[in-house]
Nanobody, 125 residues
């Protein structure tokens, strides 16, 4: 089974930036779609960004709530996916998870079979 390990979370002031990382091991990184989800207390887990696998050109997708502020990227040589988060808002406070599935992205958490342990992002106003 694959393993995913997130890092890079922390406490930042509104307007600040963070760069989250997700290191992947145990399976063919290039082929898989990789997504970032987040879950705030008392709320459902929501997808924020996803990148298709290489057979689908690595297309990237963003939730409307984060477009223009979040950027997903993947370094296949390092088997790592990143989420650059700019202009942070208090409503971005959540645990952020990376997850993988087949080749194509999905916004449905149930479609993803492998998950990391999450990294906490807290934004103060």
């Amino acid at each position: 089974d694959g393993q995913l390990v997130e890092s890079g979370g922390g406490l930042v002031q509104a307007g600040g930036s963070l760069n989250l990382s997700c290191a992947v091991s145990g399976f063919s990184f290039d082929d898989y779609a990789i997504a970032w989800f987040r879950q705030a207390p008392g709320k459902e887990r929501e997808g924020v960004s996803c990148a298709d696998g290489s057979n689908y050109y690595g297309n990237k997708y963003y939730a409307d709530s984060v477009k223009g502020r979040f950027t997903i990227s993947r370094d296949n040589s390092k088997k790592t996916v990143y989420l650059q988060i700019n202009s942070l808002k208090p409503e971005d406070t959540a645990v952020y998870y990376c997850a993988t599935r087949g080749e194509m992205c999905s916004w449905y958490a149930g479609h993803f079979g492998s998950w990391g342990q999450g990294t906490q992002v807290t934004v103060s106003s």
